[in-house]
């Protein structure tokens, strides 16, 4: 039986800790490849929740760290 995992990986720790304001997640599709996910959760300015992906945690990293979220 497939499922998901209850704690997190340290690499989604890591990313959590070093981006606060965002929601973390390491998904999988249907191939069970992961998806890193990000979501702006504490807004501190008037733009929208902005929902970034990335196939790797350094491509979510570098995407997150971007002004402008280079990542999809």
């Known amino acids: 039986m497939t499922g998901y995992a209850l704690y997190p990986s340290r690499e989604v720790e890591r990313l959590r800790s070093e981006f606060p304001d965002h929601l973390i ?3 999988h599709d249907q191939s069970g490849h992961p998806v890193f996910t990000a979501i702006l959760c ?3 300015c008037p733009c929208p ?3 970034v992906t990335a196939g790797t945690p350094a491509a979510l990293r570098r995407s997150l760290a971007s002004p402008i979220g280079e990542a999809r």
């Open 42 to 44: 504490r807004r501190r």
């Open 25 to 27: 997640c390491e998904l």
């Open 49 to 51: 929740p902005a929902l």
